[in-house]
Structures are given as structure tokens and as C-alpha cells.
């Protein structure tokens, strides 16, 4: 059985807020997980876990960037763009099961999240260096 993903401080970028998203994530992509193995995958059930997992990611990405947006993080560019690319293929993912509920492999979800953990330690990783800088300039004017 493809192994589930379990929320770890080593993801953690220091806004509780994201952290929250990400663990909600790992949950939607478990009970994808789960939902394959299983013997009776509903489509109509699938179908409506793709989309919530899309739904969710979208709201996610964009809670994101308004907050590296407000801080004014330089690399935000291509930060959303690597964001809009997972939502393209999710959203193909959610069509192309609605056509044929075959096409959610199991390899297919465990792609799309790996993609995500990748993204959270690599891309989201090298926003946590520059939001505690700022924060601590912050607290300083506060003083």
C-alpha cells in the first residue's frame, strides 16, 4: 500500500496559518490515498475529493501569497507560478476522472503529492528565512 503522508515540523514555515493548510492537505491527500486502495471507489466520491482537494489548494496557494504579497517576497513570481502549474494539473486530474475513474492511479496521486512536499521543502522553505527577518525588523520598530 502506497504510504500515507504524515505532517511533520520539518514542513513547518513558521505561520501557523500555512502550517494549518499544509496538515489539511495531507489529510485530503491521505483520504485520496485511502480511497484508491479500497476495493469500491465511488467515481461520483472521487470525483468530489479531486475537487475538494483542488478547491482547498487553490484557497491554500492563494492565503500564500497574499501573505508573501503583503511582505513583499521578491521570488512571489515564481513562487505562484510553480502554485498555478499544481492547480492545472489537479484540475486535468479532476477531468480526467470524471471521463474514466481508472484514470486516478495510484500513481497519479502519489505524483501530485510528492510534488507538494517537494514544493514545501524546497520552495516554501526559502520563504521562512526572509518572513523571520522581516518579522524580527517588525518587532524592532515596535520597540
Known amino acids: 500500500m502506497t504510504e500515507k503522508i504524515e505532517w511533520d515540523e520539518k514542513y513547518s514555515v513558521d505561520v501557523p496559518e500555512i502550517d494549518k493548510y499544509q496538515k489539511e492537505l495531507f ?7 485511502d480511497m484508491r486502495a479500497s476495493k469500491k471507489m465511488d ?5 468530489n475529493l479531486v475537487s475538494d482537494l483542488n478547491d482547498y489548494t487553490k484557497m491554500f496557494f492563494n492565503k500564500e501569497e497574499s501573505l508573501l504579497k503583503r511582505k513583499k517576497y521578491p521570488d512571489l513570481d515564481v513562487h505562484a507560478k510553480a502554485h498555478r ?5 489537479s ?4 477531468r480526467e476522472i470524471a ?5 486516478l492511479s495510484m500513481d497519479v496521486i502519489v505524483e501530485l503529492r510528492d510534488w507538494l512536499v517537494d514544493h ?3 520552495s516554501d522553505s526559502l520563504y521562512v528565512p526572509f518572513l523571520r527577518i522581516n518579522q524580527y525588523i517588525e518587532d524592532c520598530r515596535k520597540k
Open 85 to 89: 502549474q499544481f492547480i492545472k494539473n
Open 120 to 122: 514545501i521543502e524546497t
Open 27 to 33: 489529510d485530503k491527500f491521505n483520504e485520496l490515498i
Open 43 to 47: 467515481p461520483k466520491v472521487a470525483t
Open 91 to 94: 484540475i486535468g486530474l479532476r
Open 99 to 103: 471521463e474514466d475513474i481508472n484514470n
